[in-house]
């Protein structure tokens, strides 16, 4: 939970930055914060915004009359409004009611905690409102209860360039993830998989005090480890620092196994094909054995802190702002968890690497397919497009005049953007911004900045830490000359990467055995690395997981990928 609202916050602050500035966001992103650019939506009445003149259909045409939809959504408890404004009520459902000529009515609004449970006993009771965002677990049963729309001949005839555009960045992912039997039941709300990548972060002012080398190959890694656990780093005489930082959960944005099982060609908790073309879990496979192993190894050296099995992540980040680790695999935005090392210690060095391999062949980190939500039609209803147009002026860019940022996206600590019922994302918002923000730095350059997205400000923090600004330490760690998202553009650009091979909302078998199976995982992993199991206990493990539901899942992987 904490990661993946790290992710969100890390990518909206992105996009946040440009809007707070006064740049209304074209959506370079795939933060939620919409878009506030280009020219307004088409006044014109007619049929639903498709001309018969030109046979082409206007994605921001108004309908006239205007059309009625229904809707379902959930919503923070700690959202703010102001001057009366309402979920039902305020700038985004104005918009739409005079700009698109969409009234929108909400069924039902509740918290984030209800949601689900709430839509299911929709689901059940086949009262379905028009548009709905759903998870991927629900679309599919929906999608199998012959409920949903068909929002092909929609996307193609009333999606934006804008919109088109985003939905191909990732060659079209999210939304095979969506199409069953060649048919698109929904719009992918698609963050990107690129930063879910895991990197290794390493302490280079302690690699210099130790005169060690920058890790090359998983061995340089261990060495570094025992070292930085052994050697007193931080020279205080003690022994109180300790070399590779483990979470809990072992996989994490901070302390997380994946990198390190990465480097041995193993890939946990995801799909990937094995020699003979079938999907397995990767978590199962004889690599994380080999991996486990090395893990028990350095526990026993007190290369690993003893108490990491009960260890928080708060406790893990204090532990960095107190300078006793040296060395982690994690996210690419992990420095912005620091706020205050580099305060504390001005000779703090983090710096960035790409994942060592246990052998000659380069290890490739891994990324998942972080999809959550979906945007879903129900079967009849009239105007089906109404959600692709919803979409469409949510990412379009609009000037600053026609789409003031504070009615519409962001006004102190009022996030106005939350009030749109469909948004979109750039699943490449970061590598974007960082090829930008590199090359003005290269050239020094700023005109190229593009004054609608999240540029010219990432220019600017970062560049204030190298002027002296230890403010803007943990932006240049991510987007600086040596930042993590350099490393992310280089995987990305010679397909480096690892990807998940089911690419699909889960089944309703998985949601139902994955708390369980995951459960097991997580117990027998951390038992074998503190040496309260032996390492042979992985192969019970692999037994015992296809018994309590593993093979179930694996038949159904099998039978998604007959089906494509």
Request: with cysteine; glycine share 8%.
């Amino acid at each position: 939970m904490f990661k993946k609202k790290m992710i969100t916050l890390i990518a909206a602050a992105a996009c946040l930055l440009a809007v707070t500035a006064g740049c209304s966001g074209k959506n370079e992103g795939s933060s939620p914060s919409p878009s506030a650019g280009a020219s307004q939506p088409s006044k014109s009445s007619a049929q639903p915004s498709n001309s018969p003149a030109e046979g082409k259909a206007d994605p921001l045409g108004k309908y006239d009359p205007p059309i009625e939809v229904t809707a379902v959504r959930q919503v923070n408890s700690a959202l703010k409004f102001e001057n009366g404004e309402t979920i039902q009520d305020n700038a985004w459902t104005q918009h739409y009611a005079n700009d698109l000529g969409i009234k929108l009515k909400y069924l039902w609004v509740v918290d984030n905690t209800q949601f689900e449970q709430k839509l299911n006993l929709m689901l059940a009771s086949g009262e379905l409102a028009d548009i709905m965002p759903v998870p991927g677990v629900q679309m599919r049963q929906m999608n199998d209860a012959g409920q949903l729309e068909d929002l092909t001949e929609a996307l193609d005839k009333y999606g934006s360039e804008t919109t088109k555009a985003f939905m191909m960045k990732d060659g079209g992912t999210a939304l095979n993830s969506a199409t069953f039997k060649g048919k698109l039941v929904g719009l992918p709300l698609n963050p990107g998989s690129t930063d879910s990548a895991p990197l290794l972060w390493v302490r280079k002012d302690w690699l210099k005090k130790l005169n060690l080398p920058e890790p090359q190959t998983m061995e340089d890694v261990f060495k570094i480890a025992e070292a930085f656990a052994t050697q007193d780093p931080d020279g205080n005489n003690k022994k109180d620092t300790y070399g590779l930082a483990v979470a809990k959960e072992l996989y994490s944005d901070y302390g997380d196994l994946t990198g390190i099982f990465n480097g041995f060609h193993a890939y946990p908790t995801i799909w990937v094909k094995d020699a003979s073309g079938n999907l397995v879990y990767g978590s199962i496979q004889p690599e994380m054995k080999q991996a486990l192993a090395k893990l028990q190894e350095l526990y026993k050296k007190g290369v690993i802190d003893r108490e990491f099995g009960v260890k928080n992540h708060d406790a893990l980040i204090q532990d960095f702002n107190a300078g006793k680790v040296g060395m982690y695999y994690g996210l690419h935005y992990s420095p912005l968890l620091f706020p205050d090392a580099k305060k504390k210690d001005p000779n703090l060095d983090l710096q960035a690497y790409r994942l060592p391999s246990i052998d000659g062949q380069p290890a490739k980190p891994q990324t998942k397919f972080n999809v959550a939500e979906y945007y879903v039609v129900r079967k009849g209803m009239t105007h089906p497009e109404a959600v692709v147009k919803l979409m469409n002026t949510y990412l379009e860019p609009r000037s600053r005049e026609a789409f003031p940022v504070e009615k519409y996206a962001i006004k102190g600590d009022i996030e106005k953007w939350q009030y749109a019922l469909v948004k979109g994302s750039n699943p490449t918002q970061n590598l974007d911004v960082y090829a930008k923000v590199t090359e003005a730095f290269k050239t020094n350059d700023t005109s190229k900045l593009d004054e609608h997205t999240p540029e010219p400000n990432t220019y600017k923090i970062v560049k204030s830490y190298y002027d002296g600004d230890v403010n803007g330490w943990g932006y240049a760690m991510i987007f600086g000359e040596r930042g993590a998202q350099g490393i992310l553009y280089d995987y990305n650009k010679n397909n480096g990467y690892q990807p998940t091979e089911f690419i699909s909302a889960p089944s309703s078998i998985m949601a139902e055995k994955q708390a369980t199976l995951s459960k097991l995982e997580l117990e027998t992993f951390t038992k074998i690395i503190m040496g309260e199991s032996s390492v042979d206990t992985f192969d019970d493990f692999v037994a015992n997981w296809k018994k309590l539901g593993g093979d179930e899942v694996t038949k159904e992987v099998a039978d998604w990928k007959a089906s494509k």
